[in-house]
């Protein structure tokens, strides 16, 4: 019985029927179906129907990719007995460990009957119907000059160290080798990141010569402990690290942008905030009001500074859809729980409006209305440069503020998500006020 048949057949019954059915069955039976591939994968784990020559399977942490790359080596094994399986891991070890003797690697999910005999000392595995599978490590690309196959799994290929072009070598290497079939095939397993290869492989998804499986942790939850699962939601969510490694997405900079994935990574404050407390001289919120009442968003950050000159985004309080007098009112609380110093809102962007709609709240604070004489980029610009220097630091992630801010193009533009980069042009008023504009010598106090 094909194996999405045979799913559906045990799906349909009662798990005191399928439990009755599985007693009939001999211990080398139940063996042979606990492996029975198709069986259990999602169709995201299995390889694509009709001809391809690189699969690439880009998808979050979990999402069960090793697994679906040694299932995919196992059956090329069984239908090919004459096949020579290339096992490039980003070193020697991790291919052994990941790969071969790993939970989700091959010795682990073979049934008794088809485990391969695997020879450490030689980096192979060799299996009963006659093929054979041999380790390298991307670390060594000279290694893949020379050995030809017909197949290859390469494993995690965006962390491959790409020093002296290394993992570009590698790959270009074994691809160079792969001409012991007529139609060789090579599958790439990875979690995303912006390197070169990666980069490579999805411009050739657009021609057609890779195809490409998406997907995210959360699609393999029904596997995964559900306290992991809460966990990663709840700590990870939609920030920046959580889209890359959970969901899977390609982050990549804009050319000509002002900020860079990495200015921002090094931006992150990783101190424990229980055990170093931050010394704050001066804090303030900063307000992009919408340019109507039925505008998308009033962009609303709060940002501090040191007495050693650094500045700290502290939170991100944008509000969207929302009246003026909502708006307002989640400016005032930001204030209050902050206990910021003063508000600063753009003057000619609604910011009269600011004044008027905070009073009516009660709140009694210092209000500076600043005013847009230069473009959005332009103003940013100076704030930039403070990021490339190392002098302001993100109390965490930022997901939506830091997307905005890669979308801000040097010389005029913008490329980011929405309409307006309204979280980021409040941030840049904040920066602007706390590290740019020249103040008398402040009290210093401390802030959560």
């Known amino acids: 019985m094909p194996g999405q048949k045979l799913r559906e057949w045990l799906i349909s019954h009662d798990a005191n029927e399928r439990a ?20 259990w994968a999602r169709p995201q784990q299995l390889a694509p129907t009709g001809p391809w020559r690189v699969w690439l399977i880009c998808a979050g942490r979990g999402f069960g990719k090793t697994r679906a790359g040694a299932e995919w080596v196992k059956q ?6 004459d096949a020579r399986i290339a096992l490039v891991g980003a070193s020697m070890a991790e291919a052994r460990s990941i790969m071969v003797e790993g939970e989700s690697g091959l010795l682990e999910n073979c049934a008794a009957a088809e485990r391969p005999q695997f020879e450490p000392s030689r980096g192979r595995l060799t299996f009963a119907s006659g093929a054979h599978a041999y380790l390298y490590s991307a670390a060594e690309p000279e290694s893949l000059r020379g ?17 002296s072009e290394r993992a570009m070598r590698a790959w270009d290497n074994l691809q160079m080798g792969m001409r012991l079939s007529e139609t060789p095939q090579t599958l790439a ?16 998804e657009k021609s057609g010569d890779v195809t490409v499986t998406r997907g995210t942790t959360f699609d393999n939850a029904s596997n995964l402990p559900a306290a992991f699962v809460k966990a990663m939601q709840t700590d990870f969510g939609e920030s920046r690290l959580g889209r890359q490694e959970l969901h899977g997405e390609m982050l990549s900079d804009i050319e000509g942008a002002l900020w860079t994935r990495v200015m921002l990574d090094n931006a992150l404050d990783t101190s424990s905030s229980s055990s170093k407390d931050r010394e704050l ?6 307000v992009d009001p ?8 009033c962009g609303i950050i709060v940002a501090g500074i040191d007495a050693s000159g650094t500045g700290h985004v502290l939170a991100d309080c944008t509000v969207e859809q929302v009246s003026p007098e909502q708006w307002a009112r989640a400016v005032a609380n930001a204030a209050q729980e902050w206990e910021a110093d003063r508000v600063v809102a753009e003057a000619n ?4 409006m600011v004044s008027s709609v905070l009073q009516a709240t009660g709140s009694t604070l210092p209000i500076k209305l ?13 704030i930039a440069a403070l990021y490339e220097a190392g002098r302001v630091a993100h109390k965490k992630m930022f997901a939506q503020l830091e997307d905005q801010l890669c979308g801000l193009i040097a010389g005029g533009g913008y490329q980011g998500p929405g309409r307006s980069p309204d979280r980021a042009d409040a941030l840049v008023w904040a920066l602007t006020e706390l590290m740019l504009t020249p103040r008398g010598a402040p009290n210093i106090r401390r802030v959560r």
């Not at 090329?76 to 007995?81: F, K, S």
């Not at 397993?189 to 050739?204: D, H, I, Q, W, Y």
């Not at 600043?370 to 100076?382: T, Y």
């Open 20 to 39: 009755e059915l599985l007693a009939q069955l001999s211990e080398e039976e139940r063996d042979a179906l606990s492996h029975h591939w198709r069986v």
């Open 76 to 81: 090329v094994a069984r239908d090919t007995p």
């Open 147 to 163: 050995p030809q196959h017909s197949h290859a799994w390469c494993d995690e290929i965006a962390k491959w160290d790409n020093a």
């Open 189 to 204: 397993t990875t979690t995303p990141r912006n390197v070169t290869l990666m980069k490579r492989l999805l411009k050739g």
């Open 281 to 286: 001289v001066r804090i303030v919120v900063a």
């Open 290 to 297: 919408p340019a109507s009442a039925k505008g998308d968003a």
């Open 349 to 352: 962007q609604g910011g009269a």
């Open 370 to 382: 600043v005013h847009a004489s230069r473009s959005k980029s332009a103003r940013a610009e100076p």
